[in-house]
């Protein structure tokens, strides 16, 4: 089945506490991309990948790194993270971004508190 | 920076009414999508609007786009109990972002 996989699903943790939210999708999609989720706000990109070794920032990528190793893999990471990063994160994949037909699949999402 | 702004942000309607959401963004799109998500899981993509096209439809689903007032909207027709979720647009302005509006939350009722 084509999907998105995402883990944790929930994770508790408190502040400074490094931690990394993986990401694999089994479509063989040249484009990743990790969401943030917060009441009022919307879905706000963090990081994206249009393939291998190629990552970039989205519009809220402070205190947070990605790295795209291998085509299905997109971890997130939280090098040291705080309360202001309690959030549901989305990750997400797209055959494409370069061409008019790029819907993107997401994940079930992943629901980070941090105390 | 949200390019997407949906209205209203909330739609309660009765079961067999149709739900009818709008979108309005800010820059020049290259495509226009619509996306629903079931409260606390991922979204689900419905539907994609090219920037040359004005009206499309998927089943129960009518989008329409007007690049002139940089705005799209979403008509759900004969609406179901089932269709309560939120619904969001994402724009892509042929960069590699989609961004993604605040979304509108319909309820229906049964």
């Known amino acids: 089945e084509a999907q998105v996989t995402q883990n944790p699903r929930y994770l508790i943790t408190v502040t400074g506490k490094k931690l990394t939210v993986t990401c694999s999708q089994n479509?063989?999609?040249?484009?990743m991309s990790w969401y943030r989720q917060d009441p009022g706000l919307g879905l706000r990109q963090i990081y994206y990948?249009?393939?291998?070794?190629?990552?970039d920032k989205g519009d809220v990528p402070e205190g947070y790194k990605v790295s795209r190793k291998e085509k299905r893999n997109f971890p997130l990471i939280l090098e040291s993270p705080s309360p202001n990063q309690t959030s549901l994160y989305f990750c997400?994949?797209?055959?494409?971004?370069?061409?008019?037909?790029?819907?993107?699949?997401f994940g079930p999402g992943t629901r980070l508190t941090v105390l | 920076s949200q390019q997407g702004e949906e209205d209203p942000q909330a739609l309660s309607i009765q079961e067999g009414e149709n739900a009818t959401m709008n979108c309005s963004y800010k820059?020049?799109?290259?495509?226009l999508q619509w996306y629903r998500q079931n409260s606390g899981r991922g979204l689900v993509h419905l539907i994609l609007?090219?920037?040359?096209?004005r009206e499309k439809h998927s089943g129960r689903l009518r989008v329409t786009l007007d690049t002139s007032k940089k705005s799209s909207s979403l008509l759900i027709t004969a609406s179901r109990a089932a269709d309560t979720a939120s619904y969001f647009c994402a724009t892509n302005n042929a960069g590699n972002m989609l961004t993604f509006g605040g979304g509108t939350r319909l309820m229906v009722k049964p």
């Open positions: 990948s249009m393939n291998v070794e190629v990552t």
């Open positions: 997400a994949s797209s055959p494409t971004l370069s061409s008019s037909y790029n819907e993107q699949f």
């Open positions: 479509m063989n999609h040249e484009y």
């Open positions: 820059t020049s799109i290259n495509n």
């Open positions: 609007i090219r920037s040359n096209e």
